[in-house]
Protein backbone atom coordinates (compact mmCIF):
# COMPACT_ATOMS: atom_id res chain seq x y z
CA UNK A 1 0.00 0.00 0.00
CA UNK A 2 1.50 3.40 -1.29
CA UNK A 3 1.10 6.11 1.69
CA UNK A 4 1.76 9.82 2.26
CA UNK A 5 4.01 10.96 4.15
CA UNK A 6 3.64 14.53 6.00
CA UNK A 7 5.43 16.71 8.83
CA UNK A 8 4.23 19.75 10.47
CA UNK A 9 5.85 21.48 13.75
CA UNK A 10 5.27 23.93 16.03
CA UNK A 11 7.12 25.97 18.50
CA UNK A 12 10.54 25.01 17.75
CA UNK A 13 13.46 26.66 19.29
CA UNK A 14 14.99 29.47 17.68
CA UNK A 15 18.71 28.79 16.77
CA UNK A 16 19.36 32.30 15.49
CA UNK A 17 21.24 34.60 17.44
CA UNK A 18 22.18 38.60 17.60
CA UNK A 19 20.64 41.66 18.58
CA UNK A 20 18.19 41.82 15.24
CA UNK A 21 18.28 38.07 14.67
CA UNK A 22 15.31 36.59 12.45
CA UNK A 23 14.22 33.14 13.03
CA UNK A 24 15.73 29.72 11.97
CA UNK A 25 14.65 28.89 8.53
CA UNK A 26 13.58 24.97 9.54
CA UNK A 27 13.26 21.49 6.78
CA UNK A 28 12.97 17.98 7.92
CA UNK A 29 15.11 14.52 7.31
CA UNK A 30 12.95 11.25 7.12
CA UNK A 31 15.80 8.01 7.79
CA UNK A 32 14.46 4.56 8.38
CA UNK A 33 16.52 2.26 11.03
CA UNK A 34 19.24 0.89 8.51
CA UNK A 35 20.09 5.00 8.02
CA UNK A 36 18.52 5.14 4.45
CA UNK A 37 17.11 8.68 3.76
CA UNK A 38 13.75 7.97 2.97
CA UNK A 39 13.02 11.92 1.88
CA UNK A 40 13.16 15.48 3.09
CA UNK A 41 11.30 18.36 3.12
CA UNK A 42 11.54 21.99 1.81
CA UNK A 43 13.33 24.57 4.19
CA UNK A 44 10.51 27.17 5.25
CA UNK A 45 12.73 30.27 6.18
CA UNK A 46 12.17 32.76 9.13
CA UNK A 47 9.61 30.24 10.74
CA UNK A 48 9.26 28.50 14.01
CA UNK A 49 5.97 26.69 12.71
CA UNK A 50 6.31 25.33 9.76
CA UNK A 51 3.59 23.23 7.98
CA UNK A 52 6.43 21.37 5.05
CA UNK A 53 4.66 21.01 1.72
CA UNK A 54 6.78 18.04 0.36
CA UNK A 55 5.13 15.22 0.40
CA UNK A 56 7.53 11.46 1.14
CA UNK A 57 6.13 8.33 -0.32
CA UNK A 58 6.68 4.83 1.13
CA UNK A 59 4.99 1.56 0.71
CA UNK A 60 3.77 0.12 3.71
CA UNK A 61 2.91 -3.31 4.27
CA UNK A 62 0.28 -4.06 6.36
CA UNK A 63 1.21 -5.02 10.29
CA UNK A 64 4.65 -4.22 9.52
CA UNK A 65 6.62 -2.35 11.99
CA UNK A 66 8.72 0.30 10.36
CA UNK A 67 10.64 2.62 12.58
CA UNK A 68 11.84 5.90 11.09
CA UNK A 69 13.81 9.09 12.59
CA UNK A 70 12.58 12.29 11.84
CA UNK A 71 15.30 14.83 11.90
CA UNK A 72 14.31 18.87 12.56
CA UNK A 73 17.45 21.14 11.41
CA UNK A 74 18.27 24.55 10.66
CA UNK A 75 18.90 25.61 6.93
CA UNK A 76 22.54 27.81 7.70
CA UNK A 77 23.49 28.20 4.03
CA UNK A 78 27.41 27.52 3.05
CA UNK A 79 28.26 29.66 6.51
CA UNK A 80 28.23 26.70 8.92
CA UNK A 81 26.97 22.90 9.98
CA UNK A 82 23.18 23.27 10.02
CA UNK A 83 22.06 23.50 13.34
CA UNK A 84 20.24 20.59 14.93
CA UNK A 85 16.54 21.52 16.33
CA UNK A 86 15.46 18.14 17.36
CA UNK A 87 14.88 14.70 16.70
CA UNK A 88 11.63 12.38 16.81
CA UNK A 89 10.81 8.72 16.62
CA UNK A 90 7.62 6.94 14.97
CA UNK A 91 6.58 3.65 13.55
CA UNK A 92 4.70 3.89 10.55
CA UNK A 93 1.98 1.28 10.99
CA UNK A 94 1.01 2.78 14.24
CA UNK A 95 0.29 6.21 13.16
CA UNK A 96 -1.19 4.83 9.77
CA UNK A 97 -3.83 2.95 12.20
CA UNK A 98 -4.64 6.26 14.15
CA UNK A 99 -7.87 7.08 14.04
CA UNK A 100 -6.78 10.44 12.56
CA UNK A 101 -3.56 9.26 10.91
CA UNK A 102 -1.48 11.20 12.66
CA UNK A 103 0.53 11.43 15.41
CA UNK A 104 2.66 13.38 17.45
CA UNK A 105 6.33 13.40 19.43
CA UNK A 106 8.00 16.06 21.98
CA UNK A 107 10.81 17.21 20.81
CA UNK A 108 11.90 19.09 23.78
CA UNK A 109 11.89 22.82 25.31
CA UNK A 110 7.96 22.80 24.20
CA UNK A 111 8.40 21.92 20.45
CA UNK A 112 6.38 19.00 18.72
CA UNK A 113 6.79 17.72 15.72
CA UNK A 114 3.57 16.05 13.82
CA UNK A 115 4.26 13.45 11.17
CA UNK A 116 0.81 12.50 9.01
CA UNK A 117 0.44 9.09 7.08
CA UNK A 118 -2.37 8.87 4.75
CA UNK A 119 -3.36 6.01 2.08
CA UNK A 120 -2.19 8.03 -1.52
CA UNK A 121 -4.45 6.83 -3.25
CA UNK A 122 -8.29 7.16 -2.97
CA UNK A 123 -9.60 7.39 -6.53
CA UNK A 124 -8.36 5.41 -9.41
CA UNK A 125 -7.88 8.83 -11.23
CA UNK A 126 -3.82 8.81 -12.42
CA UNK A 127 -2.05 11.36 -13.77
CA UNK A 128 -0.37 15.01 -12.62
CA UNK A 129 -2.15 18.62 -12.89
CA UNK A 130 -0.52 21.92 -14.57
CA UNK A 131 -2.34 25.50 -12.90
CA UNK A 132 -0.86 28.97 -13.52
CA UNK A 133 -2.65 31.78 -11.10
CA UNK A 134 -3.07 35.16 -10.99
CA UNK A 135 -5.09 37.41 -8.70
CA UNK A 136 -6.90 40.68 -9.38
CA UNK A 137 -8.32 43.48 -7.20
CA UNK A 138 -6.73 42.24 -3.96
CA UNK A 139 -7.28 44.26 -0.77
CA UNK A 140 -3.68 46.03 0.28
CA UNK A 141 -2.69 45.05 4.05
CA UNK A 142 0.59 46.40 4.02
CA UNK A 143 0.67 50.35 4.27
CA UNK A 144 4.32 50.97 4.40
CA UNK A 145 6.74 53.86 5.01
CA UNK A 146 3.74 56.99 4.57
CA UNK A 147 1.42 54.77 3.66
CA UNK A 148 2.89 54.11 0.09
CA UNK A 149 3.36 50.19 0.46
CA UNK A 150 1.81 47.44 -1.38
CA UNK A 151 1.28 43.93 -0.17
CA UNK A 152 3.82 41.15 -1.47
CA UNK A 153 1.73 38.10 -2.20
CA UNK A 154 1.87 34.75 -2.63
CA UNK A 155 -0.65 31.76 -3.06
CA UNK A 156 -0.49 28.31 -1.05
CA UNK A 157 -2.72 25.37 -2.04
CA UNK A 158 -3.75 22.98 0.75
CA UNK A 159 -6.00 19.70 0.96
CA UNK A 160 -8.45 19.08 3.04
CA UNK A 161 -7.79 16.54 5.86
CA UNK A 162 -11.54 15.46 7.48
CA UNK A 163 -13.00 12.92 10.09
CA UNK A 164 -16.16 14.26 10.86
CA UNK A 165 -16.72 11.45 13.47
CA UNK A 166 -13.19 12.78 15.41
CA UNK A 167 -14.37 16.15 15.31
CA UNK A 168 -11.30 16.47 13.40
CA UNK A 169 -10.93 19.01 10.01
CA UNK A 170 -6.97 19.73 8.97
CA UNK A 171 -6.04 21.43 5.92
CA UNK A 172 -2.46 20.53 4.48
CA UNK A 173 -0.40 22.52 2.86
CA UNK A 174 1.05 20.96 -0.94
CA UNK A 175 2.23 24.11 -2.62
CA UNK A 176 3.37 27.30 -1.67
CA UNK A 177 4.45 29.72 -4.49
CA UNK A 178 6.64 32.71 -4.82
CA UNK A 179 6.08 36.09 -4.16
CA UNK A 180 5.14 38.67 -6.55
CA UNK A 181 6.67 42.02 -4.70
CA UNK A 182 4.52 45.24 -4.43
CA UNK A 183 1.28 43.70 -6.36
CA UNK A 184 -2.23 43.75 -5.75
CA UNK A 185 -2.78 42.27 -9.17
CA UNK A 186 0.10 39.14 -9.15
CA UNK A 187 0.45 37.38 -12.05
CA UNK A 188 2.62 34.16 -11.18
CA UNK A 189 4.79 33.24 -13.86
CA UNK A 190 5.62 29.69 -11.96
CA UNK A 191 3.39 26.82 -13.83
CA UNK A 192 2.15 24.24 -10.56
CA UNK A 193 2.89 20.87 -11.43
CA UNK A 194 1.32 18.15 -9.01
CA UNK A 195 0.73 14.57 -9.37
CA UNK A 196 -3.05 14.17 -8.51
CA UNK A 197 -1.91 11.69 -5.76
CA UNK A 198 -0.48 14.80 -4.40
CA UNK A 199 -3.06 17.18 -5.31
CA UNK A 200 -6.06 15.57 -4.37
CA UNK A 201 -5.28 11.87 -3.53
CA UNK A 202 -6.22 11.01 -7.61
CA UNK A 203 -9.94 12.32 -6.54
CA UNK A 204 -10.86 15.34 -8.47
CA UNK A 205 -13.83 16.32 -6.05
CA UNK A 206 -11.55 16.59 -3.49
CA UNK A 207 -11.49 19.56 -1.49
CA UNK A 208 -8.94 22.30 -1.79
CA UNK A 209 -7.96 25.62 -0.48
CA UNK A 210 -6.31 28.82 -2.10
CA UNK A 211 -5.13 31.11 0.35
CA UNK A 212 -3.02 34.08 -0.53
CA UNK A 213 -0.48 35.78 1.97
CA UNK A 214 1.24 39.08 1.84
CA UNK A 215 4.83 37.78 2.62
CA UNK A 216 6.87 39.40 5.39
CA UNK A 217 10.22 38.90 5.39
CA UNK A 218 11.94 39.69 9.06
CA UNK A 219 8.25 38.30 10.33
CA UNK A 220 5.34 35.40 10.05
CA UNK A 221 3.52 36.51 6.89
CA UNK A 222 -0.23 37.76 7.05
CA UNK A 223 -3.36 36.30 5.74
CA UNK A 224 -5.14 38.16 2.74
CA UNK A 225 -8.10 36.16 1.47
CA UNK A 226 -8.50 32.55 0.59
CA UNK A 227 -11.29 30.51 -1.97
CA UNK A 228 -12.72 27.00 -1.71
CA UNK A 229 -12.43 24.81 -4.94
CA UNK A 230 -11.29 21.51 -6.49
CA UNK A 231 -9.50 20.05 -9.31
CA UNK A 232 -12.57 19.88 -11.39
CA UNK A 233 -13.45 23.32 -10.50
CA UNK A 234 -10.60 24.22 -11.82
CA UNK A 235 -10.39 22.53 -14.70
CA UNK A 236 -13.80 24.59 -15.61
CA UNK A 237 -12.82 27.57 -14.62
CA UNK A 238 -9.86 28.77 -17.15
CA UNK A 239 -9.86 31.83 -18.35
CA UNK A 240 -10.77 32.44 -22.17
CA UNK A 241 -10.36 36.26 -22.55
CA UNK A 242 -7.06 37.16 -21.55
CA UNK A 243 -5.35 36.64 -17.97
CA UNK A 244 -7.82 39.48 -16.70
CA UNK A 245 -10.89 37.52 -17.90
CA UNK A 246 -13.36 37.55 -14.69
CA UNK A 247 -16.05 35.81 -16.64
CA UNK A 248 -14.82 32.55 -14.53
CA UNK A 249 -12.32 34.06 -11.68
CA UNK A 250 -13.08 32.46 -7.94
CA UNK A 251 -14.02 35.16 -5.75
CA UNK A 252 -12.12 35.37 -2.43
CA UNK A 253 -13.21 36.03 0.95
CA UNK A 254 -11.85 36.40 4.35
CA UNK A 255 -13.69 32.56 5.47
CA UNK A 256 -15.69 29.81 3.77
CA UNK A 257 -18.90 32.14 3.76
CA UNK A 258 -20.02 32.71 0.93
CA UNK A 259 -22.18 35.77 2.04
CA UNK A 260 -18.74 37.77 3.00
CA UNK A 261 -17.46 40.46 0.96
CA UNK A 262 -14.93 39.67 -1.86
CA UNK A 263 -11.41 40.90 -1.03
CA UNK A 264 -10.46 39.89 -4.71
CA UNK A 265 -10.49 37.30 -7.55
CA UNK A 266 -8.11 34.26 -8.55
CA UNK A 267 -7.98 34.22 -12.49
CA UNK A 268 -7.05 30.52 -13.56
CA UNK A 269 -4.54 30.69 -16.59
CA UNK A 270 -4.04 27.00 -16.85
CA UNK A 271 -5.72 24.26 -14.87
CA UNK A 272 -4.59 20.96 -17.78
CA UNK A 273 -4.35 17.06 -17.02
CA UNK A 274 -1.33 15.47 -18.15
CA UNK A 275 -0.66 11.26 -18.05
Given at each position: ?????????????????????????????????????????????????????????????????????????????????????????????????????????????????????????KSDTAG????????????????????????????????????????????????????????????????????????????????????????????????MSETYT???????????????????????????NETSAS?????????????
Open positions: MKVQLSLHAKKLKNLEKGFRRGKSDPYAVITLDSGEELGRTETIDNNLNPDWANIIYFELQEDTCVPITVQIFDANGDKKDDGDMGVATFELWDVFRDDIHMKEEDLGDGATVYLRVEESQNFLLQLRALNLVNIESGLFGTGRSDPFFEISKKISYPDKGFVYWQRIYRSERVSDSLNPLWEEQVFLSLEALCFGDLDWPLRISIYDDNKRRKSDFTAKDLLESVAVKGNADQEKALTLRVDDKGLIVVLKAELHE
